[in-house]
């Protein structure tokens, strides 16, 4: 007998008036994801963990989670739900991506009983945050040539080599890392995934500053690091199969049911700047142009939330090409590079500069024009995604490639991938 | 399209689709582009005995629809005009009827019996629209004793020479009025345009002070403007319904034409530019489905911000359907601009749906000034 699910309505309602007793306005750092000093990052980090741990003991943390990993084994719709309610809230950022997905949904589909027992109850309480290591210094679009080994030795594996561009490393907790375990087949067998922790002896990790003053980013060296047998996620050699399901959960990203984000009931994120009040700023409130402009910004929120939605839909009833979650995140690339550019035409000049006791310059729309581009990279960029809809979507004949039946050993590599 | 249909949906959109296939093939519209109508005799009347115009009027008046969401249902027939550029006058048919629906005059009702059932076409001519200042209106309304005198011109009017009713819509003191008049009227003149879409005919409606009766009105006098957003919003999600079939129809006809065609002893689906631009024009696609059917879905649902969702609608589609088709024309090089390829009935459709019933333009500026009433009142 299956047990009785309660009613999305009616959830939604138990977990508005959790939300009301239990969680204060949203914070200014849960709309940068990133502060001014480290010193600020790392205090929100430590609230961020204790409001997941919150989350989790007012039964409201991982709610598509399974109950037996403390999740609350419930469906999208309660999440979906449970997301629009949190709008406007605080809410633990710092847990939802890579955390939730795709780090945790992989563990969940991969992971032994003992690795998921282990640490999902562990991510629900706020004690684990994790980041993945997938991309390497020689390049991150063809994730499947990564060159970082590791070599068995008994029941232990030894790890060397370098990944990069890994958000927020440098005070995580533990990493999902894919790693190349066999050079003397094609790519795509010779790949192994692990889980690492990630502040040990062995892994040096150094930041990087992005063009707008944050070094959220960072790169990390291994050197003959110690991994057991025992935290080997799936088969040796079969990494691809997981990297497969990883790339999916990664572009689905803050749309994946297995994350919790405030998101307002027609899809506008709320720690958006106001494109109104740009305009007031501005002085274009009664300007034709600028009506028009605050509108395009508007309908695009919209149509992304609805093709969110419409794509959302499909995969659950199973009907849709999985690849179409590909279709969405170009499309929600392109958005919001338009959005960026809307707002930054909206500012005027304005926007060249800020005040300098600004709380945050990163917020400044300049600086957010600058980092425009980001939204086309950052999770694989929206070239692979229009590939990938053209071969898998469309069924296009697919790109010659110089590395197809080669061993990994003999393909053709740039100067910066070691061998 | 949606993907969860209920069986009498599914079954009304295969029967409309049978018939616009069997009616109205293009080698046929090709032919009757001269045709004052644009379709053969009896074609509207059969549609209407389909329940092509039933849809937003209620059982008691003699309208109808499948599931109970009529325009839901309509969105369903409107896609499939889109998709086999069907013509004729669905959108001002529905939209009249459906803002004839409830009025108590008989002179309405007798209208709206005979657009309902495809007997009478009706034509709606907006002369002072919800994005235009009313000084600036190309038609007025005003009272003058027990009388209403129409004056100005409008145009496009679709249908204009073949509808028998049409319902007016002017700028008057404090508001807009919208009036119902027999295309009968004495001082009405209608002249016929050409128009972009051989499918469809429109005209140019002139009022040299015409004269109705005060029971012409359709709602009250000066006070329009709520039934005539409800009016944009089924236009809004009729026009885009459509547009998306006609995106359908355009984008699978490339998507063949890159498998067959070949150019440096390869296919034109293996180059890798013309592979991204196929996969830009499937997201505008997907989006466009999704935002169409949210906007039915919210005029279904009577939502509070159906208003917002049906301009993001008319605005997206109306601008992406476009860019769609024209990089279908050029995908497909020489050929795209001929009369006889099949693309062109595509790309008119999608052109002529953009412009009705306001432009992206205009439903921007009325979704920007939503947003600002909004953030004001926050
Ligand atoms: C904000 C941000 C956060 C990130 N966080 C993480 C993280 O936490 N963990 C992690 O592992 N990585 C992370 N990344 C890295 C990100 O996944 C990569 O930057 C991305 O996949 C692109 O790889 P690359 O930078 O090596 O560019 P390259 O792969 O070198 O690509 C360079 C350019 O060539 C294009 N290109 C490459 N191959 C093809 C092709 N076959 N067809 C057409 N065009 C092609 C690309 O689209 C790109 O424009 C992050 C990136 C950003 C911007």
């Not at chain 1, 992971?111 to 706020?126: D, R």
């Not at chain 1, 419409?310 to 009833?317: H, K, L």
Request: contains cysteine.
């Amino acid at each position: 007998m299956s047990e009785e699910i309660e009613p999305v309505e009616a959830f939604r309602l138990r977990a508005r008036e959790w939300i009301k007793a239990n969680l204060g306005p949203m914070q200014r750092w849960d709309m940068s994801q990133h502060c001014e000093s480290d010193e600020e990052e790392l205090e929100a980090v430590a609230r961020d963990r204790m409001l997941q741990r919150k989350l989790y003991d007012g039964g409201f943390a991982g709610i598509c989670f399974p109950k037996e990993y403390g999740g609350q084994g419930l469906t999208p719709d309660h999440n979906r739900a449970f997301s629009e309610e949190l709008s406007g809230h605080e809410y633990p950022s710092r847990f939802s991506v890579p955390t939730f997905s795709p780090c945790a949904s992989v563990l969940l589909e991969f992971g032994t009983p003992e690795q998921k027992a282990a640490h999902l109850p562990a991510i629900l309480k706020g004690e684990e945050v994790w980041v993945q290591l997938l991309s390497e210094p020689g390049g991150g679009s063809d994730v499947a040539g990564i060159t970082t080994r590791a070599t068995r030795d008994g029941d232990h594996w030894v790890l060397n080599g370098s990944k990069v561009w890994t958000s927020r490393a440098w005070w995580a907790d533990w990493g999902l890392i894919l790693t190349r375990t066999n050079w003397d087949v094609p790519k795509h067998r010779g790949m192994t995934v692990f889980i690492l922790p990630l502040q040990q002896p062995g892994v040096e990790i150094s930041r990087i500053e992005r063009l707008n003053g944050e070094s959220e980013s960072c790169e990390e060296f291994f050197t003959d690091v110690r991994i057991p047998d025992s935290d080997r996620v799936g088969e040796v050699d079969a990494g691809w199969t997981i990297g497969t399901r990883w790339m999916y959960h990664e572009r689905l990203g803050h749309n994946s049911p297995y994350v919790t984000t405030p998101v307002g009931s027609k899809g506008q994120k709320s720690h958006e700047p106001s494109v109104v009040e740009i305009a007031r700023k501005a002085g274009r409130l009664d300007d034709p142009a600028a009506l028009e402009l605050i509108g395009e910004h508007r309908a695009l929120g919209i149509v992304t939330h609805e093709l969110q939605r419409r794509i959302g839909d499909a995969a659950a009833s199973g009907k849709g090409n999985k690849d179409l979650s590909s279709v969405d995140r170009v499309f929600r690339g392109l958005a919001s590079v338009r959005r960026a550019t809307i707002a930054f035409d909206l500012a005027g000049s304005d926007a060249s500069v800020w005040d300098e006791n600004c709380e945050n310059p990163t917020d400044a729309v300049g600086m957010q024009f600058l980092m425009r581009q980001v939204s086309c990279i950052g999770g694989g960029t929206t070239e692979i995604s229009r590939n990938v809809i053209a071969e898998r979507v469309l069924a296009m004949p697919r790109e010659p490639s110089g590395d197809k039946g080669v061993p990994f050993r003999d393909v053709p590599k740039g100067p910066n991938r070691s061998r | 399209m949606r993907h969860v249909l209920t069986p009498d949906q599914e079954l009304f959109q295969d029967t409309t689709a049978r018939f616009l296939a069997d009616r109205a093939p293009l080698s046929r519209l090709r032919k009757l582009r001269d045709d004052p109508a644009g379709y053969e005799p009896d074609y509207w009347r059969d549609g209407g005995e389909l329940g092509w115009c039933m849809p937003l009027v209620g059982e008691d008046e003699g309208g109808g629809s499948v599931s109970g969401r009529g325009i839901v249902d309509l969105s369903l027939l409107a896609y499939e005009f889109g998709r086999h550029a069907a013509p004729g006058p669905l959108v001002d048919c529905n939209v009249v009827a459906a803002a004839l629906s409830g009025q108590p005059g008989e002179m309405q009702q007798n209208a709206l019996g005979e657009v309902l059932t495809g007997k009478a076409i009706a034509a709606s001519c907006l002369g002072a629209a919800p994005w235009q200042e009313l000084g600036k209106a190309g038609v007025t309304i005003r009272k003058d004793g027990s009388q209403l005198v129409i004056s100005g011109s409008v145009r496009p009017v679709e249908s204009a020479s073949q509808a028998s009713w049409l319902l007016v819509t002017g700028a008057s003191d404090g508001g807009r009025t919208q009036v119902l008049v027999p295309a009968s009227a004495t001082g009405l003149e209608v002249r016929p345009l050409k128009s972009i879409d051989v499918t469809r005919r429109f005209g140019q409606v002139t009022f040299a002070d015409v004269h109705v009766p005060e029971s012409a009105i359709v709602g009250t006098f000066a006070e329009a403007e709520a039934q005539i957003a409800q009016q944009i919003r089924h236009a809004a999600v009729i026009l885009t319904a459509e547009s998306v079939g006609a995106m359908d129809s355009a984008f699978d006809m490339t998507v063949d034409w890159a498998f067959e065609r070949y150019t440096f002893g390869r296919a034109l689906a293996s180059y890798q530019a013309l592979k991204h631009r196929f996969a830009d024009m499937k997201s505008w696609l997907e989006a466009s489905h999704a935002i169409s059917d949210a906007a039915a879905d919210a005029v279904a649902d009577a939502s509070d911000t159906a208003d917002e969702v049906c301009s993001a609608a008319k605005s997206y589609v109306g601008q992406q359907g476009v860019e769609l088709a024209q990089d279908c024309v050029q995908l497909h090089g020489g050929i795209g601009v001929t009369y006889e390829h099949d693309l062109h009935f595509y790309l008119r459709r999608v052109t002529l749906d953009r412009l009705l019933y306001g432009t992206p333009a205009e439903h921007r500026r009325m979704i920007g000034s939503m947003q600002i009433k909004q953030d004001v009142m926050a």
